[in-house]
């Protein structure tokens, strides 16, 4: 399949599309020869590879929080004089806020910029800790875990879209392998090391004091070195940042990146409002929500087999709290290494696809209707839900008493590998789909999967009680099992729907253009524009249509 051509001034109607819409895209496209003049990036790989471990040091917080708090529900019950049941209302409320805040400030990092979304929520974090710390009383603690949802929560959205920012389509996996292998890992040894700092003289607020300090330590290294990726404000990284998306470094040295290759001098450009019920719009495509709807099943299913597998060892097998959390190292060992396999394998079957089709290596590869990154991204997508599912089912029947502990962890770790593979298939999938607004995607995607993963995890040990593990699990394994026509639809349909999109956005700009040109438009010529571009941002003001 040939490469999308660029399109020259003569080529490109400007008048079909609308003045403010038209003025966008002339400051965010670039304006080029040939599309190899304009690189994806101008960051090094050493520096791309320190902004993707930056990213997923302040991701890790939002499991992180979440996990280290278990060992200590029944020490923080007993000082505060509450129930157990009390302190667990404490831990939905911060599951809520976990899908809830990330469409908020997802919003806000695509239209300000990546840095000052990360600056504020990891200050709302550290500060939550620190109240945390020093609380004495049921009400305080309740409020403040939420807050420390909404500080942590917020950093998995704003994260992958960072990596968008610097990381090519072609390269992407590779880079979101990296970033979700960090990010699994912290659920399966947070518990661990949860139960040893409570063991300390600090008691439980050891856990909370741990994550006061390490927030402020990386709160001082992304306000004094993070540098602005979000490229509606420094393009591929050539354009001079300003103000707070500027690093204390950038600013005492007033050193900017030189410009590669002929790219737009534009550096303002008015920017639309935020808008935090944007991700109700993402959700409502359908190319999109039926990538999070299978996605959603899978993480169900994610959810139903650890909360599961944490209160079935202790009573199948008579361990300790200390010895069940053990026993999540295989599974986050697997985890993180599934996400990294499979990250490299996305990006070589993407390479592969698009030299077949005419598109080089696929480095050039950019926003495009006529690439189908359904069909490069999903060709082994079927064998990770096969191997789910599979092992889902006989975990389900093999958890006994009388069957070896090893058989449930191998399983457990097999079972982390295929799960988390397929969540970095899914969320490079979905980036794909959404470039321009990698942060709201995302943040969408955590808002169907908490929700619905916080609906399993809520049953799954009543059922297991009711009708036992292996018809309980084999239940999960049917739902697994639901998302395979939905990704065959989207593998069928996913490239038709996302022309659709396009093609409706474009009809909308040109039946709501206003009567004269604007006036830094009129008369004046575009060298060469990448079509592929103009398609990104017009589906960038999506939300300002469908709200119309």
């Known amino acids: 399949m040939p490469a999308l051509p660029l399109a020259s001034a003569n080529e490109v109607d400007q008048t079909s599309i609308e003045p403010e819409l038209l003025q966008d895209i002339e400051a965010a496209a670039p304006v080029q020869t040939a599309a190899s003049d304009v690189p994806y990036t101008v960051f090094s790989p050493s520096r791309k590879r320190a902004i993707c471990a930056a990213a997923t040091c302040s991701a890790l917080f939002s499991p992180l929080a979440t996990n280290i708090y278990f060992p200590s529900i029944t020490d923080i019950a007993s000082d505060l004089h509450v129930s157990v049941e009390m302190i667990n209302i404490t831990v939905t409320t911060y599951m809520i806020l976990q899908g809830i805040a990330p469409t908020f ?61 610097v990381a090519a389509p072609a390269e992407r996996a590779s880079y979101m392998g990296l970033f979700s292998a960090g990010v699994m890992v912290a659920p399966a040894v947070a518990p661990v090391f949860g139960g ?187 064998y990770l839900v096969a191997v789910v599912a599979a092992d889902t089912l006989v975990f389900g029947w093999t958890f006994r008493a009388d069957i070896s502990i090893a058989v449930p962890l191998v399983l457990l770790f097999i079972n982390g590998f295929a799960i988390t593979g397929f969540f970095t298939f899914e969320q490079v999938l979905l980036v794909d789909l959404y470039p321009q607004e990698s942060a709201s995607v995302t943040a969408a995607n955590n808002l169907v999967r908490c929700l619905l993963g916080a609906a399993g995890s809520a049953i799954v040990d009543r059922v297991i009680n009711a009708i036992g593990m292996g018809w309980t699990y084999t239940i999960v394994t049917a739902m697994i099992l639901l998302s395979i026509p939905l990704l065959i639809a989207e593998l069928l349909c996913g490239q038709k729907w996302r022309r659709a999109r396009f093609d409706k956005l474009h009809k909308l700009s040109k039946d709501e253009k206003e009567p004269e040109r604007a006036k830094n438009g009129e008369g004046e010529d575009l060298e060469i524009v990448d079509a592929a571009s103009i398609d990104a941002e017009i589906d960038g003001a999506h939300s300002e249509h469908e709200k119309e």
């Open 105 to 165: 400030w997802g919003s806000f990092a695509d239209v300000f910029g990546r840095r000052p979304v990360y600056l504020a929520t990891i200050t709302v974090f550290v500060l939550a800790n620190l109240g945390l710390a020093l609380q004495d009383s049921y009400a305080g603690l309740l409020v403040l875990r939420m807050c420390q949802s909404a500080g942590s929560s917020a950093t998995v959205a704003i994260g992958a879209g960072t990596i968008a920012d």
């Open 196 to 382: 040893a700092l409570s063991e300390t003289s600090y008691g439980w607020r050891a856990s909370f004091w741990f994550l006061f300090a390490a927030g402020s330590a990386l709160l001082t290294i992304l306000f004094v070195w993070m540098p602005e990726t979000g490229r509606n404000i420094v393009g591929n990284g050539s354009i001079p940042a300003r103000g707070i998306n500027m690093s204390l470094l950038d600013m005492f040295s007033r050193q900017q990146k030189k410009n590669v290759g002929p790219v737009s001098a534009a550096t303002s450009r008015p920017r639309r409002a935020a808008n935090p019920l944007h991700c109700l719009v993402i959700i409502s495509q359908k190319d999109v929500g039926i990538v999070l709807l299978a996605n959603g099943l899978i993480y169900t299913a994610f959810y139903c087999i650890t909360v599961g597998f944490s209160s079935q060892m202790a009573a199948v097998y008579n361990l300790t709290t200390l010895k069940v959390g053990l026993c999540f190292l295989p599974y986050g060992a697997g985890c993180s290494m599934g996400s990294i396999v499979v990250g490299r394998l996305l990006d070589y079957e993407f390479r592969k696809f698009a030299r077949k089709s005419g598109y080089g290596d696929g480095r050039s590869v950019r926003q495009n209707t006529d690439f189908p990154f359904e069909r490069a991204r999903m060709s082994s997508v079927w």
